[in-house]
Every structure is written in structure tokens, then in C-alpha cells.
């Protein structure tokens, strides 16, 4: 689906080959594969011109959404796995901090070792 999207968003077999970091051949075969696979032609190819059939249109506007759908579902995965880091700044009253928050920070800490605290306790 990767590859006849990036072919019908780019217009040509060459464009979406240099998009996906590949060969055309190889674009080009994935392409053919998928028509064969799928009965039906998807794109109308000549020497100097590419276009997208009807049956392609209505291949590329699902194939489209179901790649943005996985692409937004990985994202959500990276997103929620991703270990936090960075500077973490607390500012708590004296007596609620030694009470709740220094319990709370201790397993923070624990539990993400990249993350530097700076405690601030106000009176």
C-alpha cells in the first residue's frame, strides 16, 4: 500500500521511488503484484504519462486512511513507551511536601532515572 500511495502521491514510479529509498524496478513490481493480486488495474502507465484508474482512486483514498490510521497508532505506542527525562521542578508547602510529595518523588525517581528533580518547599 506504502508504495502505490507514494507512486499516486508523487506522480510518477521514479519520485516515489527516490521517496521510499528504493528502485523504481522494485516500486514498480510491488505495484504490478498488488494489481495482480487485487484484479484490478490501478494505474494507466505509458512511456510519458501515469495515471490513476477509477477502481485506483477509490484503492488510494482507503489505502490512504488505513496507512494514517497505522502510522497515528504506532505514534500512540512510541509516544506512551518513550521514557521521560529531563528537568522536573516541584514546589510544595514544607509540611505537605515532607508529608505527601517526598514519598511520591522517591518512587518517580525510582521509577524514571533520567528525570532531575529540583525541590523547591515553601513556608
Do not use: C
Not at 33 to 44: F, I, P, S, T, Y
Amino acid at each position: 500500500m506504502q508504495a502505490f500511495i507514494a507512486v499516486v502521491t508523487e506522480g510518477s514510479f521514479t519520485a516515489a521511488a527516490e521517496r521510499l529509498e528504493t528502485d523504481k524496478a522494485r516500486v514498480s513490481r510491488i505495484v504490478r503484484r498488488m494489481e495482480e493480486k487485487l484484479g484490478a488495474r490501478l494505474l494507466n502507465r505509458s512511456t510519458r504519462h501515469l495515471s490513476v484508474t477509477e477502481v485506483g482512486r477509490d484503492y488510494f483514498e482507503r489505502a490512504s486512511s488505513i496507512l494514517a490510521a497505522a502510522e497515528a497508532a504506532e505514534a500512540a505506542v512510541a509516544q506512551r513507551t518513550q521514557e521521560p527525562k529531563g528537568r522536573l521542578k516541584v514546589t510544595a508547602g514544607a509540611e505537605f511536601g515532607t508529608m505527601r510529595v517526598d514519598g511520591w518523588i522517591a518512587e518517580f525517581l525510582r521509577k524514571w532515572p533520567k528525570v532531575v528533580l529540583a525541590l523547591a518547599a515553601t513556608t
